[in-house]
């Protein structure tokens, strides 16, 4: 049987941009590597026509944020016939948005930090009392957060009521909806899951850096960070966070792969932080080195999620 024709998408408008093109070209290489016809194409305005002239077997979506992430470019593949790789579109759509997320997380008992959702509307109209409120509860150290911004962009933690306002001034200006959760202590952790119905998860990956948090130039400049595979934390700690893991994918529904970010609290509870539909495919990041501590090498990573994205989907699941 010969080999399906992989289209990469890869580019796109988003802030990560850079991310994909480094993502997109790893993933080419790979399928290359294991013979298969796979060319590389950047999201832009000519994408439809693109797709139709070469007519690929399956996309590859190697796009990162908003335009990639969220289910737009899912909803494009939909209408046009075109399996892809990945999560659909209601899965995507809710794991880019964090707030979204933690809605689900809490209705599901999945433990996750304490927080608040501000809309731009209500946070200007009863910025004291709001203010107030944040410090009670959750009360500090708190961390601000666009709701929709990947890379821990517009990001901030305060550690005094000082500079709370400010933070969350800053945070409005990358989205119409900021996040203010409580400051969870703890090692940080990432658990990747891979699999459609019944998805596996990978070893835990604990995150070591010197910076405040793992922002964007800790996480993409080499030497800034170190991931320890497994997690330094007790086997029954790890193994919470590894089903909670496989939980998160399976609520939100998600497909093919996915990635959760953790903060494991010394008494074992893994606080869920967020979901990436798309985790980052670089040579530095954190999903393909998982998947190497459970024996399965970057090309054949790379096959298995094109294999998963090509199996028959459930009724309930199509779209
Ligand atoms: N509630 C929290 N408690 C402690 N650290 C946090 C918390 N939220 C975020 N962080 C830190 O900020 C980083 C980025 O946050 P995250 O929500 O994963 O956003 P993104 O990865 O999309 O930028 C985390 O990896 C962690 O280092
Ligand atoms: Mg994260």
């Given at each position: 049987m010969s080999k399906p024709k992989v289209a990469v998408l890869l580019g796109g408008r988003s802030k990560e941009r850079e991310i994909s093109l480094v993502t997109g070209e790893e993933i080419y290489k790979a399928l290359l590597q294991k013979n298969y016809p796979a060319f590389k194409i950047d999201l832009?305005?000519?994408?439809?026509?693109?797709?139709?002239?070469?007519?690929?077997?399956?996309?590859?979506?190697?796009?990162?944020g908003r335009c990639g992430e969220d289910g737009t470019v899912q909803g494009m593949l939909e209408l046009l016939g075109i399996p892809y790789t990945g999560s659909g579109i209601l899965a995507s759509a809710l794991g880019i948005n964090k707030i979204v997320t933690k809605r689900i997380f809490k209705a599901e008992e999945i433990p996750t930090a304490g927080f608040r959702a501000l809309t731009l509307r209500s946070?200007?109209?009863?910025?004291?009392?709001?203010?107030?409120?944040?410090?009670?509860?959750p009360g500090l150290p708190l961390v601000v957060k666009p709701a929709n911004e990947g890379s821990t962009i517009g990001m901030s933690i305060i550690g005094e009521a000082e500079g709370l306002s400010e933070a969350i001034e800053m945070a409005f200006e990358y989205d119409k909806e900021v996040l203010v959760e409580q400051f969870i202590e703890g090692t940080e952790i990432t658990v990747g899951v891979l699999g459609n119905e019944d998805p596996q998860s990978l070893p835990t990956l604990e995150i070591v850096y010197d910076s405040e948090m793992y922002d964007y130039e800790t996480k993409y400049?080499?030497?800034?960070?170190?991931?320890?595979?497994?997690?330094?934390?007790p086997e029954e700690h790890r193994k919470r966070a590894r089903e909670m893991a496989i939980r998160i994918h399976e609520v939100l529904g998600c497909r093919g792969f996915s990635r959760a970010d953790f903060i494991v609290s010394v008494d074992g509870t893994p606080y869920a932080l967020e979901v990436n539909t798309i985790p980052g495919m670089t040579p530095l990041s954190l999903f393909p080195d998982s998947a190497r501590a459970a024996g399965i090498e970057f090309p054949?990573?790379?096959?298995?999620?094109v294999e998963l994205a090509l199996e028959e989907r459930r009724p309930e699941q199509k779209p």
């Amino acid at each position: 049987m010969s080999k399906p024709k992989v289209a990469v998408l890869l580019g796109g408008r988003s802030k990560e941009r850079e991310i994909s093109l480094v993502t997109g070209e790893e993933i080419y290489k790979a399928l290359l590597q294991k013979n298969y016809p796979a060319f590389k194409i950047d999201l832009d305005e000519n994408i439809v026509e693109n797709l139709k002239k070469e007519s690929p077997d399956v996309v590859f979506i190697a796009l990162h944020g908003r335009c990639g992430e969220d289910g737009t470019v899912q909803g494009m593949l939909e209408l046009l016939g075109i399996p892809y790789t990945g999560s659909g579109i209601l899965a995507s759509a809710l794991g880019i948005n964090k707030i979204v997320t933690k809605r689900i997380f809490k209705a599901e008992e999945i433990p996750t930090a304490g927080f608040r959702a501000l809309t731009l509307r209500s946070f200007r109209a009863g910025k004291q009392e709001i203010i107030k409120d944040l410090l009670t509860d959750p009360g500090l150290p708190l961390v601000v957060k666009p709701a929709n911004e990947g890379s821990t962009i517009g990001m901030s933690i305060i550690g005094e009521a000082e500079g709370l306002s400010e933070a969350i001034e800053m945070a409005f200006e990358y989205d119409k909806e900021v996040l203010v959760e409580q400051f969870i202590e703890g090692t940080e952790i990432t658990v990747g899951v891979l699999g459609n119905e019944d998805p596996q998860s990978l070893p835990t990956l604990e995150i070591v850096y010197d910076s405040e948090m793992y922002d964007y130039e800790t996480k993409y400049t080499k030497g800034m960070s170190n991931h320890i595979i497994p997690a330094r934390i007790p086997e029954e700690h790890r193994k919470r966070a590894r089903e909670m893991a496989i939980r998160i994918h399976e609520v939100l529904g998600c497909r093919g792969f996915s990635r959760a970010d953790f903060i494991v609290s010394v008494d074992g509870t893994p606080y869920a932080l967020e979901v990436n539909t798309i985790p980052g495919m670089t040579p530095l990041s954190l999903f393909p080195d998982s998947a190497r501590a459970a024996g399965i090498e970057f090309p054949e990573l790379v096959v298995k999620i094109v294999e998963l994205a090509l199996e028959e989907r459930r009724p309930e699941q199509k779209p």
